[in-house]
């Protein structure tokens, strides 16, 4: 049995927040908005009187800190005190993920106006939750996919460059992350189906991601591009057929959280040097290699777990690799490593590799 779960409907459009009554008015009158402050800042004027023109009455709340489960259980509550109608995330990933998770929870419709492009987070089935510190505590799957996403192309080209790198490694990760599995389980249609589509997005983002990234690019490339975080990489876990795929960077992410000093890096960037390991524990050659780290150099994703700034930076890549080994299986399973000491050992060199490559293009320019 092959499980879909996917928006109804996706747009992006420049300007397309003052059109939110337009679409958010299907569901009913009220909506409970669940808003990054930023977020708010940037879109709420705009937000709240496209609503007002349909005749919707919005209730905001302005997240701080990150997604917990508390968090979530506390929105979903006032969302159903309100009577609310739907609800409407507006922000990055951790913001639209409080948001579908509590929608979830009370059984509303929701809605994303995603103002970053740094994950798939606003069409992801999923939520990613964390602890009240940012510790990584659990993925949530939501019965429920958004119903809606509006992708306002102006809202996403005003954005820090930083963000949209995140967006681009990330998504570019699926395709490293998926195209390994397919030789323990080559019948998988699934897996085929997702390894294909994060082809397609990873051949996107080599073509147009470094116009777009350096402030070029037309708007349509701008679109393509954010339709490549946004729709393709969503796409990619739109399927299931009972089996989680997973690969090396993305349980480096995970593992990461747990470390205080590094939860100022974006999920895209702590992924981007996860790739890096993973690409030297499966023993590629070194152009591989030197391509990879020319595309960190051109997105400024240099950053290293020695830059965090750590009491001791040997303990800590001890203890992320042991913690990596021991939180998820998948990485021997999968065969991506063979012991905690191999991935430390691939930590280092990968730094090591990143600095040196730091030092090399500052002398260059």
Known sequence: MVTVKAPEMYLNEYGIRKETGKYLSEFGPRVFIVAGKTAWEETGRDVTAGLAAWHCVPDVRIMTGYPTVETVRQYAWEAYVA????????????????????????????AALPTIAATCACWAARSILYDAEGSFDRIQWNRENTRLILADTEILTRAPRRTLASGILDSMAKWYEFEPLIAADPGDLVLRHDVATARLTLDLLREEGPEVYRGGGTPKQWQRVTDAIFYLT???????????????????????????????????????????????????????????????????????????QVPDEETMIRELSERIIREWPVVLEKKQAESASQIAEAVREASGRLRKARKNALRES
């Open 83 to 110: 009577k609310a109608d739907a609800v409407l995330g507006i922000g990055g990933g951790r913001v639209i993920d409080a948001a579908k998770a509590a929608g979830n929870l009370c059984g509303l419709p929701v």
């Open 234 to 308: 969503g796409a990619t876990g739109s399927f299931a057929a009972g089996n989680a795929y997973r690969g090396f960077a993305h349980s480096w992410y995970f593992s990461t959280t747990r470390i205080p000093q590094s939860r100022h890096r974006m999920h895209g960037e702590k992924v981007a040097f996860g790739l890096l390991v993973q690409f030297l524990l499966a023993g590629k050659d070194e152009a591989w290699l030197r391509d990879f780290m020319d595309t960190l150099l051109m997105y400024d994703m240099t950053d290293v777990p020695g830059d965090w």
